[in-house]
């Protein structure tokens, strides 16, 4: 079993806060910080291996061996198992097996995060098949858009990343969600929307959820819309679409033993408010707020404002 150095394993994180899946366990399939795109928003930080070449990390039976070792604390509080990470997790060629490696394991739902940008191949779509959720993100239908707000990597067209989309759809059985990341200025005039509820015609996904700049993003040209514009564009999308912002889902109770290394593997991952920590690992407010401020203290985490909120971050 490969542990860090505070005792937390590598490739397991969480539980973390979800906006959108309540309490999931992540999974993380690809090194940071590799991904097909750059977007602008991104928290998880820019990125610093662009590539569009699958491969296999060698970490398949590490992450399933550390699954089986937290499921025992976990498995009752989870809503969903979560493929995802510090990048694009179908870029792990592997990620077919860790998914039927995760239901040999547990009967919690299996979700996978995607860009989406490797859906138009068919073993890409194939190796999700068997995940109950799929939640692909899609920002834009307009190429210039594509470019200045996703930064794609060369070899990558919008169109193609829509057909995959539609393809992927035809075929799955589980449910989608497909995410749209509004921000200001780039995605959010109405012949941007007007191309996406295109695209979102032909992709047919069970849901729409909007989303737009919640946390501190790699690039600071990307602002977050208001809560009335986000509505106006979810009425835009029809019956299908929700705003999803801010953490809304119930985190798990019951006191946990080395709080410290718990809060610090969420903030290793993503700036979280405090409220997101608290939700994520079942404490009171005050709670959440006294081990944040012991931590830095310490020095090993520092604030950072974005849009009005107070978001923690690991430092190093
Ligand atoms: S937001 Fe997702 S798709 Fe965009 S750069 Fe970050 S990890 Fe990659």
């Not at 959010?188 to 919640?214: F, H, S, W």
């Not at 953490?247 to 991952?269: H, K, Q, T």
């Amino acid at each position: 079993m490969e542990k860090g150095a505070a005792g937390i394993y590598q490739h397991v994180f969480g539980p973390v806060p979800s906006r959108r899946l309540g309490v999931s366990l992540g999974l993380d399939l690809v090194p940071a910080k590799t991904c097909t795109l750059d977007c602008l928003y991104c928290e998880v930080g820019r990125t610093t291996r662009q590539t569009v070449e699958r491969f296999r990390p060698g970490t398949t039976e590490i992450v399933l061996s550390e699954l089986a070792a937290v499921l025992p604390d976990w498995e009752h509080r989870l809503d969903y198992v979560t493929l995802a990470g510090s990048g694009e997790p179908t870029l792990n060629e592997e990620i077919g097996r860790i998914i039927a490696g995760v239901r040999s394991l547990t009967d919690v739902p299996t979700a996978v995060l995607t860009n989406g940008t490797l859906l138009n191949r068919p073993e890409v779509r194939e190796a999700l098949l068997e995940a109950d959720l799929v939640l692909p993100s899609l920002d834009t239908a307009r190429p210039e858009t594509f470019g200045r707000l996703n930064r794609p990597h060369p070899d990558l067209e919008i169109e193609e990343l829509i057909e995959g989309l539609v393809r992927f759809s035809r075929a799955f059985r589980g449910d989608l969600w497909l995410e749209i990341l509004l921000v200001a200025g780039f995605n959010d005039g109405e012949e941007e929307l007007a191309a996406l509820k295109d695209a979102v015609g032909r992709i047919r996904p069970d849901r729409v959820q909007l989303n737009t700049v919640y946390r501190p993003p790699a690039y600071r040209a990307a602002g977050p819309l208001s809560r009335e514009a986000l509505d106006r564009a979810a009425s835009f999308f029809g019956p299908r679409a929700e705003v999803v912002a801010g953490f809304s889902g119930g985190g798990p109770s019951g006191e946990i033993d080395g709080l410290g290394p718990r809060v610090l593997a969420m903030l290793a991952r993503r700036p979280c408010t405090r409220d997101d920590v608290a939700a994520a690992l079942g404490l009171t407010a005050e709670r959440a707020s006294y081990e944040l401020s012991v931590l830095e203290k310490s020095g090993r985490v520092r604030t950072e404002k974005h849009d009005r909120n107070c978001f923690f971050r690991q430092v190093g």
